[in-house]
């Protein structure tokens, strides 16, 4: 079996591809690089919640995020599952609180841990049946250094141990109602952000648990506590461990535990907007979100909706400019033209001469044929080996024919009778004179030429063999005197 | 398998310049330039069906002529089953390159319509031996030569097996040759051509040989006798290899001594001897299998002559000696017991003499008679040549001429019977062989 190596794409339809996709990309667009703000789960910004998530879900591997609500879904047998959401930008609607207890409801023990400063997540608490309420109205005690009222109160939260830990909450809400206080702030003044209105309040609820019989669920009205900035902080010990023990008790610390982190109710905001909001002052960002920006906006920079057209642009420019500016042009066209028509013959495939059929050669192979070509051709010569070859052709001739040879004494007397006494005389005589000296027996006599001496004694010996009835030029010749 | 030919190139340069203008310059040019790339191209699909309808052409050959020296007719019938017109084919007619085309071509360029039929003539002078007609191959093209396709084999090749001529004048002259010298009179009563006698009639006698006259005039009933033929067994052993098959068309001592044969098979055939023969080429042995006797023994000496082939390739005189060898085991399986004559036809030998003759001495001590036939080369060779030019040629060539006489002067001092005579001189010398063995 022979293997032949070969491209499985052709170069041509790769590249091709490749130029068509460049150009529907940047017909498309630039991708939009949105950025989560609020305190999603997905946001790594100081703002976001991420840290939180991955720290819930290294504890409970069955933790997720959704970024759709009809995304959220719970196994039929599931026994513990916990819905969290995080200060929700957008408001839950009826349906959607609906939807979420619809599916929570599947579990055997569903469970919601809401972090809220405003009343976002009423409808939510309402639908699960639960009495707790936040009212919006923030928290802020007299920061006596400053002068001015500052949002940032210190939580006492309860655990369920009976230990009481001390938090800071930023922008925490008054919560009404709720089976049990878990967290509160002692002395504090709360301010409708609307009308501007204080109210003092003491052992004011920052943090309710509530169980619905179905339902349990933990409300905190604060999210800061979960932000990424709170747990990369150097207090992330104790924060992380009070929002763990309320993790643990609400999934009963079954690592079985389905967590869903709701990401459906934060707003994304364009990066390339961010970065130049953060620059013109209009949003504060950390050095470290900074780069992570502009790491995104890179991606935007090397979309080919970005530099294709430009670059295409200043292509074209530069083509039309060498195939219409002469003498330029000129050069520019035999080259393509060369490029272009090499391409074709390639395709085109393999060339041939286009060369006739050969035909048959029709052989005939003489035996003596080098002889036959010289004679018929005139390039020959007669020389010494063929005079010895004359003179025994006809010695041997006369033998058959007259019972004598050449070198006989009766052979005179016998030709004589054929060709009279002096012609017989001359031929034995020059016959015999010659081939002695062609022999190399005799010097004598000269020979100038024995091309001419031969021819001549052929006609001669073709007289005698006439006389006698045989012939040197017939069809039968001296190879018809018989050797049997 | 469709290639294009060197006339692509500039059609391609053409077209791909009038693309380039066309694109940048003239818009009007640009489509002249595709249209011409698309003619290219239509070419190489306009080929390939042509091509695939010339793989499809149906063949049949027909041929007239079966003997030596007769002109043999061949016509092979093109038939285009498709629909796709065969435009450009050319054509290149192959036969045996020891034939010679006497009428034809042997190239053409061809037209064949779709669903039509082309016949396709030549004529060749026929030559003793077995020979192939054929291959016929095809190269298509398109009209202006674009394209060229590979050959195709339209029909593949058929076997001529062409019989010697046998000589009538040869035949009779036999004949009158062993009459006038009294060679094939026995001088006993019996089946014969000849009035030897008449007797009374016995009863079983046939009734045509009645003498009607002397029933008349003596009222006597007798039959007439004739005179007892001799009957003898007759083996030839001709070397059809490529030292006897060069020489002169028509005229090489090989085919010389296949109508030789073949004259004196159908005189020993008609005088009712037993005649076989053996072959050897460069390649086979074919035989005659078994003697025979009459027209049947004729009928087989010539249909095994002619199935000798020709080559001209390299074979050395050691591939002849075992082919001889293979030859003569052929013989020795047909030699009945009786007395026989052998005739072995070959040219001179030079190295591997010594082998045929211990090869004929052993056949001798199997109660046969041998005789080698050395045909002279240089008397078959002479007639290619003007009368002007004979004599130089026989002193030129008479080398050669004494080279055969020396191989029959060493073969006879060896104790190896000889026929070493003219081309002429060789059918009588052979009969006068055997009909000296017959008494």
Same mark, same amino acid.
């Not at chain 1, 008054?174 to 501007?196: K, M, P, R, S």
């Not at chain 2, 240089?378 to 008479?398: G, N, S």
């Given at each position: 079996?022979?293997?032949?190596?070969?491209?499985?794409?052709?170069?041509?339809?790769?590249?091709?591809?490749?130029?068509?996709?460049?150009?529907?990309?940047?017909?498309?667009?630039?991708?939009?690089?949105?950025?989560?703000?609020?305190?999603?789960?997905?946001?790594?910004?100081?703002?976001?919640?991420?840290?939180?998530?991955?720290?819930?879900?290294?504890?409970?591997?069955?933790?997720?995020?959704?970024?759709?609500?009809?995304?959220?879904?719970?196994?039929?047998?599931?026994?513990?599952?916990?819905?969290?959401?995080?200060?929700?930008?957008?408001?839950?609607?009826?349906?959607?609180?609906?939807?979420?207890?619809?599916?929570?409801?599947?579990?055997?023990?569903?469970?919601?841990?809401?972090?809220?400063?405003?009343?976002?997540?009423?409808?939510?608490?309402?639908?699960?049946?639960?009495?707790?309420?936040?009212?919006?109205?923030?928290?802020?005690?007299?920061?006596?250094?400053?002068?001015?009222?500052?949002?940032?109160?210190?939580?006492?939260?309860?655990?369920?141990?009976?230990?009481?830990?001390?938090?800071?909450?930023?922008?925490?809400?008054?919560?009404?109602?709720?089976?049990?206080?878990?967290?509160?702030?002692?002395?504090?003044?709360?301010?409708?952000?609307?009308?501007?209105?204080?109210?003092?309040?003491?052992?004011?609820?920052?943090?309710?648990?509530?169980?619905?019989?179905?339902?349990?669920?933990?409300?905190?009205?604060?999210?800061?506590?979960?932000?990424?900035?709170?747990?990369?902080?150097?207090?992330?010990?104790?924060?992380?461990?009070?929002?763990?023990?309320?993790?643990?008790?609400?999934?009963?610390?079954?690592?079985?535990?389905?967590?869903?982190?709701?990401?459906?109710?934060?707003?994304?905001?364009?990066?390339?907007?961010?970065?130049?909001?953060?620059?013109?002052?209009?949003?504060?960002?950390?050095?470290?979100?900074?780069?992570?920006?502009?790491?995104?906006?890179?991606?935007?920079?090397?979309?080919?909706?970005?530099?294709?057209?430009?670059?295409?642009?200043?292509?074209?420019?530069?083509?039309?400019?060498?195939?219409?500016?002469?003498?330029?042009?000129?050069?520019?066209?035999?080259?393509?033209?060369?490029?272009?028509?090499?391409?074709?013959?390639?395709?085109?495939?393999?060339?041939?001469?286009?060369?006739?059929?050969?035909?048959?050669?029709?052989?005939?192979?003489?035996?003596?044929?080098?002889?036959?070509?010289?004679?018929?051709?005139?390039?020959?010569?007669?020389?010494?080996?063929?005079?010895?070859?004359?003179?025994?052709?006809?010695?041997?001739?006369?033998?058959?024919?007259?019972?004598?040879?050449?070198?006989?004494?009766?052979?005179?007397?016998?030709?004589?009778?054929?060709?009279?006494?002096?012609?017989?005389?001359?031929?034995?005589?020059?016959?015999?004179?010659?081939?002695?000296?062609?022999?190399?027996?005799?010097?004598?006599?000269?020979?100038?030429?024995?091309?001419?001496?031969?021819?001549?004694?052929?006609?001669?010996?073709?007289?005698?063999?006439?006389?006698?009835?045989?012939?040197?030029?017939?069809?039968?010749?001296?190879?018809?005197?018989?050797?049997? | 398998?469709?290639?294009?030919?060197?006339?692509?190139?500039?059609?391609?340069?053409?077209?791909?310049?009038?693309?380039?203008?066309?694109?940048?310059?003239?818009?009007?040019?640009?489509?002249?330039?595709?249209?011409?790339?698309?003619?290219?191209?239509?070419?190489? *699909?306009?080929?390939?069906?042509?091509?695939?309808?010339?793989?499809?052409?149906?063949?049949?050959?027909?041929?007239?002529?079966?003997?030596?020296?007769?002109?043999?007719?061949?016509?092979?019938?093109?038939?285009?089953?498709?629909?796709?017109?065969?435009?450009?084919?050319?054509?290149?007619?192959?036969?045996?390159?020891?034939?010679?085309?006497?009428?034809?071509?042997?190239?053409?360029?061809?037209?064949?319509?779709?669903?039509?039929?082309?016949?396709?003539?030549?004529?060749?002078?026929?030559?003793?031996?077995?020979?192939?007609?054929?291959?016929?191959?095809?190269?298509?093209?398109?009209?202006? *030569?674009?394209?060229?396709?590979?050959?195709?084999?339209?029909?593949?090749?058929?076997?001529?097996?062409?019989?010697?001529?046998?000589?009538?004048?040869?035949?009779?002259?036999?004949?009158?040759?062993?009459?006038?010298?009294?060679?094939?009179?026995?001088?006993?009563?019996?089946?014969?051509?000849?009035?030897?006698?008449?007797?009374?009639?016995?009863?079983?006698?046939?009734?045509?040989?009645?003498?009607?006259?002397?029933?008349?005039?003596?009222?006597?009933?007798?039959?007439?006798?004739?005179?007892?033929?001799?009957?003898?067994?007759?083996?030839?052993?001709?070397?059809?290899?490529?030292?006897?098959?060069?020489?002169?068309?028509?005229?090489?001592?090989?085919?010389?001594?296949?109508?030789?044969?073949?004259?004196?098979?159908?005189?020993?055939?008609?005088? *009712?001897?037993?005649?076989?023969?053996?072959?050897?080429?460069?390649?086979?042995?074919?035989?005659?299998?078994?003697?025979?006797? *009459?027209?049947?023994?004729?009928?087989?000496?010539?249909?095994?002559?002619?199935?000798?082939?020709?080559?001209?390739?390299?074979?050395?005189?050691?591939?002849?000696?075992?082919?001889?060898?293979?030859?003569?085991?052929?013989?020795?399986?047909?030699?009945?017991?009786?007395?026989?004559?052998?005739?072995?036809?070959?040219?001179?030998?030079?190295?591997?003499?010594?082998?045929?003759?211990?090869?004929?001495?052993?056949?001798?001590?199997?109660?046969?008679?041998?005789?080698?036939?050395?045909?002279?080369?240089?008397?078959?060779?002479?007639?290619?040549?003007?009368?002007?030019?004979?004599?130089?040629?026989?002193?030129?060539?008479?080398?050669?001429?004494?080279?055969?006489?020396?191989?029959?002067?060493?073969?006879?001092?060896?104790?190896?019977?000889?026929?070493?005579?003219?081309?002429?001189?060789?059918?009588?010398?052979?009969?006068?062989?055997?009909?000296?063995?017959?008494?």
């Amino acid at each position: 079996m022979i293997f032949k190596k070969g491209l499985l794409i052709p170069s041509f339809v790769f590249w091709s591809l490749l130029f068509i996709a460049l150009i529907a990309m940047a017909e498309e667009g630039a991708p939009f690089i949105g950025v989560p703000v609020g305190a999603s789960p997905l946001s790594l910004w100081s703002t976001g919640t991420h840290d939180f998530y991955n720290y819930i879900s290294s504890k409970y591997p069955h933790t997720m995020i959704v970024t759709r609500l009809d995304e959220l879904e719970f196994p039929k047998n599931a026994k513990h599952c916990l819905f969290i959401t995080i200060s929700p930008e957008l408001p839950y609607t009826a349906e959607e609180s609906a939807l979420i207890v619809e599916r929570l409801a599947r579990c055997e023990r569903p469970a919601l841990l809401i972090a809220d400063e405003f009343n976002t997540s009423n409808t939510l608490l309402a639908a699960i049946g639960s009495s707790a309420r936040i009212t919006g109205l923030q928290l802020f005690v007299n920061d006596e250094n400053l002068g001015l009222p500052s949002p940032f109160v210190a939580a006492t939260f309860v655990l369920p141990s009976g230990e009481d830990l001390l938090l800071i909450l930023d922008r925490a809400s008054y919560i009404e109602g709720g089976a049990q206080v878990i967290g509160y702030v002692d002395h504090a003044i709360a301010i409708d952000t609307l009308n501007g209105n204080t109210i003092p309040v003491r052992k004011a609820p920052v943090a309710v648990y509530e169980s619905t019989g179905h339902f349990k669920a933990v409300i905190i009205s604060d999210g800061s506590i979960f932000l990424n900035q709170v747990l990369r902080s150097n207090l992330s010990n104790i924060y992380l461990k009070t929002l763990a023990i309320y993790i643990d008790e609400l999934c009963e610390k079954s690592r079985d535990c389905r967590i869903v982190f709701d990401s459906s109710k934060y707003v994304t905001v364009d990066a390339e907007n961010l970065l130049q909001s953060a620059s013109s002052g209009q949003h504060t960002l950390a050095p470290e979100d900074l780069l992570l920006l502009a790491l995104l906006y890179t991606i935007k920079l090397i979309h080919p909706s970005t530099w294709f057209v430009h670059v295409m642009k200043v292509v074209g420019d530069y083509t039309l400019k060498a195939f219409t500016a002469p003498p330029l042009s000129y050069v520019s066209i035999v080259i393509t033209t060369v490029l272009l028509s090499n391409l074709v013959l390639q395709r085109v495939g393999l060339r041939t001469r286009d060369d006739k059929m050969d035909e048959v050669r029709e052989v005939e192979h003489l035996v003596t044929g080098d002889i036959i070509n010289a004679i018929t051709k005139g390039k020959y010569r007669l020389e010494r080996k063929d005079f010895i070859s004359l003179y025994e052709i006809v010695d041997n001739t006369l033998n058959y024919a007259l019972g004598c040879s050449l070198s006989d004494p009766g052979v005179l007397n016998i030709l004589a009778r054929y060709i009279g006494e002096e012609p017989a005389r001359r031929y034995v005589r020059n016959m015999t004179r010659l081939y002695m000296k062609a022999t190399g027996r005799s010097r004598l006599p000269l020979v100038i030429s024995w091309s001419r001496v031969v021819k001549k004694h052929i006609e001669e010996s073709e007289k005698i063999f006439n006389s006698i009835g045989l012939t040197l030029l017939g069809d039968k010749g001296p190879e018809y005197v018989p050797t049997v | 398998m469709i290639k294009a030919t060197q006339r692509v190139v500039p059609v391609v340069l053409l077209s791909a310049t009038l693309i380039i203008v066309g694109t940048v310059l003239e818009p009007s040019l640009l489509l002249l330039g595709l249209a011409l790339f698309l003619f290219v191209a239509s070419m190489k *699909g306009l080929t390939t069906l042509e091509y695939m309808a010339a793989s499809r052409i149906a063949t049949n050959w027909r041929v007239k002529g079966s003997v030596e020296g007769e002109e043999i007719i061949v016509e092979l019938d093109l038939v285009n089953n498709s629909w796709v017109p065969i435009v450009f084919a050319e054509a290149s007619f192959n036969y045996s390159p020891f034939l010679r085309l006497v009428q034809g071509s042997r190239a053409a360029l061809i037209a064949l319509p779709p669903k039509g039929r082309v016949i396709y003539r030549a004529v060749l002078r026929a030559r003793t031996g077995r020979h192939l007609i054929g291959p016929v191959k095809f190269v298509i093209r398109d009209p202006f *030569g674009l394209y060229r396709s590979p050959e195709v084999v339209v029909s593949h090749p058929i076997i001529l097996d062409i019989r010697p001529r046998t000589s009538e004048v040869v035949v009779r002259r036999l004949f009158a040759y062993t009459r006038s010298t009294g060679l094939t009179k026995a001088r006993d009563a019996g089946l014969g051509v000849e009035f030897y006698d008449t007797r009374d009639y016995r009863p079983g006698d046939e009734i045509r040989w009645i003498d009607w006259k002397k029933l008349a005039s003596m009222n006597r009933l007798v039959v007439k006798e004739f005179e007892r033929e001799t009957f003898q067994t007759v083996l030839f052993l001709v070397d059809a290899t490529p030292y006897t098959t060069q020489g002169p068309y028509g005229n090489t001592p090989f085919e010389h001594m296949a109508r030789v044969v073949a004259s004196i098979s159908r005189y020993l055939g008609k005088r *009712g001897d037993l005649v076989g023969l053996v072959v050897f080429d460069h390649r086979k042995v074919i035989s005659t299998g078994k003697l025979y006797r *009459g027209s049947r023994a004729f009928y087989e000496v010539l249909k095994t002559l002619s199935m000798v082939e020709y080559s001209s390739e390299g074979f050395t005189e050691s591939n002849r000696a075992e082919m001889l060898v293979k030859a003569f085991g052929e013989i020795i399986k047909m030699l009945p017991r009786e007395r026989n004559a052998v005739f072995l036809f070959t040219s001179s030998w030079s190295e591997e003499s010594q082998l045929l003759v211990k090869l004929v001495k052993k056949l001798s001590a199997l109660n046969s008679t041998v005789y080698v036939v050395v045909p002279i080369i240089t008397a078959y060779e002479v007639k290619e040549l003007p009368t002007w030019a004979r004599a130089v040629y026989r002193v030129k060539a008479y080398d050669r001429l004494k080279k055969d006489i020396e191989f029959a002067t060493r073969l006879r001092k060896l104790g190896v019977k000889v026929v070493s005579v003219g081309p002429e001189h060789i059918p009588q010398a052979i009969v006068a062989v055997l009909e000296t063995l017959a008494h």
